[in-house]
């Protein structure tokens, strides 16, 4: 079952308290795809620019990924400028240029209206649901969404959220959507606004399911070296939704596929830090991830 993903496909600019790389391949479709991995079929809807190296590109498709809605247009890629704290669980952007992304509308190609899963990256939420409008019955919508379209966009958000059947954001963005401190009261009431499920990652310390009937708290794997965080979030998403295809998983089902995939998620972030950029994701081979599944169940049992 195909899942496709609408979001940024970008360069990234990246200081961390040791190091310092400038134009790393990143962006949330980037991410979200390779974790995905070759067996879920992403299909990426994005615009890249006239600088975006065919090798990346290239990358992408002999990942398995289809990249028939990616529009190359005249003018830059996406480029984000991020410096992280010394416990890397904070982040400052330094820099978002949208270049292309700012005149973008994104086209579905025809034979991509019947996707089942859909994840709207983190992009502007009119795109998201522009997207989301041109899909015509997919079985399960996730959304990430972040401070600046919380903040900048919050009516175009909330006019989306109806439609989303899992948001996924981090603790801070829960806390500023809903007005609530609490995260528990944050999930409630983002609940409120459509989302039947809600997902809050905290970083290294793990992520919060708040099913339908259920919760789920799953610890972070603890990693012995963090190079770069970033894209943590967006791989997550892939593990997660890949999980959830593999289980043929839909809005209806109960809580079960989804705890499931709150461990592939899990699992499949932690390669991400290990590395900047895409490089911790592609050294990801499936005996490290059973072993990294097995050493994960093992940190949540009495
Ligand atoms: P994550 O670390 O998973 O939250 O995602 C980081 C990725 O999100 C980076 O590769 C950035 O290129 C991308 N990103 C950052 N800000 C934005 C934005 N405003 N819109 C779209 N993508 C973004």
């Known amino acids: 079952m195909a899942i496709l ?42 615009v890249v620019g006239e600088d975006f190296l065919p090798a990346d590109l290239e990358l992408l498709a002999s990942h398995g990924v289809d990249l028939e809605g990616v529009e190359r247009a005249a003018g830059r890629s996406f480029h984000w400028s991020g410096r992280y704290r010394a416990d890397f669980n904070e982040r400052d952007t330094l820099a978002t240029e949208l270049g292309v992304f700012a005149g973008f509308r994104p086209r579905v190609p025809a034979g991509w209206t019947a996707s089942e899963y859909l994840f709207l990256a983190n992009i502007h939420p009119s795109l998201q649901a522009e997207v989301l409008a041109a899909v015509a019955r997919p079985r399960l919508v996730v959304l990430d969404t972040m401070n600046l379209w919380i903040e900048t966009r919050r009516a175009d958000l909330l006019a989306v959220l109806p439609r989303v059947d899992v948001l996924l954001v981090n603790d801070s963005e829960a806390r500023q959507l809903s007005g609530e401190l609490g995260l528990a009261a944050a999930a409630a009431a983002i609940k409120r606004l459509g989302p039947a499920r809600v997902v809050i990652k905290k970083g290294e310390h793990g992520a919060l399911l708040f099913g339908r009937t259920s919760v789920l708290a799953v610890p972070g794997l603890l990693l012995p070296a963090v190079v770069d965080p970033t894209g ?3 791989s997550f998403a892939g593990g997660f939704l890949a999980s959830l295809a593999a289980a043929a998983a839909d809005r209806d089902s109960d809580d079960a596929p989804f705890r499931a995939a709150m461990l592939a998620g899990t699992v499949t972030a932690s390669f991400v830090p290990e590395d900047f950029s895409v490089g911790g994701l592609l050294r990801r081979t499936p005996g490290e991830v059973a072993i990294r599944l097995a050493r994960l169940t093992d940190m949540m049992v009495p």
């Open 5 to 46: 993903v609408v979001g940024s496909m970008a360069y990234d600019t990246i200081e961390t308290p040791r190091e310092r790389r400038v134009r790393q391949l990143g962006g949330a479709a980037t991410y979200f795809a390779l974790a995905a991995g070759r067996e879920a079929g992403v299909r990426v809807v994005a």
């Open 232 to 234: 943590a979030g967006d």
